[in-house]
């Protein structure tokens, strides 16, 4: 059974930084691509939001327009984490972040921050 494990969330005031952790574990094919995205508070009806995309054979990312340029995407293949280092952190970036892998070798539905399994999520509270 396949579980995806995030951590790494905390409060941090604006301007800091965090590094999200994700681990996948229990899947027995290859992985397309890992993606983030988020839960903002006040914003459920509008559902998840995207972050970013790490395409697991060649390492291409693609972000959001909201992430570009801060936060950064990246995959430890030896230690089979996928990591979301965030830096410039807005009080608007607080939410509840979550790690997603697809196994479903669609560009279209990585590139729409599609997955097939995600973990429970870690908060991160950003405060002015």
């Known amino acids: 059974q396949v579980q995806v494990v995030e951590s790494g969330g905390g409060s941090v005031q604006a301007g800091g930084s965090l590094r999200l952790s994700c681990v996948v574990s229990?899947?027995?094919?290859?992985?397309?691509?890992m993606v983030w995205f988020r839960q903002l508070p006040g914003k459920e009806r509008e559902g998840r939001e995207g972050?970013?995309?790490?395409?697991?054979?060649?390492?291409?990312?693609h972000y959001s327009d909201s992430a570009k340029g801060r936060f950064t995407i990246s995959q430890d293949n030896a230690k089979n984490t996928v990591y979301l280092t965030m830096n410039s952190l807005k009080p608007e970036d607080t939410g509840m972040y979550y790690c997603?892998?697809?196994?479903?070798?669609?560009?279209?539905?990585?590139?729409?921050?599609?997955?097939?399994?995600w973990g429970l999520g870690t908060q991160v509270t950003v405060s002015s």
């Open positions: 997603g892998v697809l196994y479903s070798r669609s560009r279209s539905r990585c590139q729409s921050f599609g997955a097939n399994y």
């Open positions: 229990g899947d027995t094919i290859d992985r397309y691509c």
């Open positions: 972050v970013a995309v790490i395409y697991v054979d060649d390492g291409n990312t």
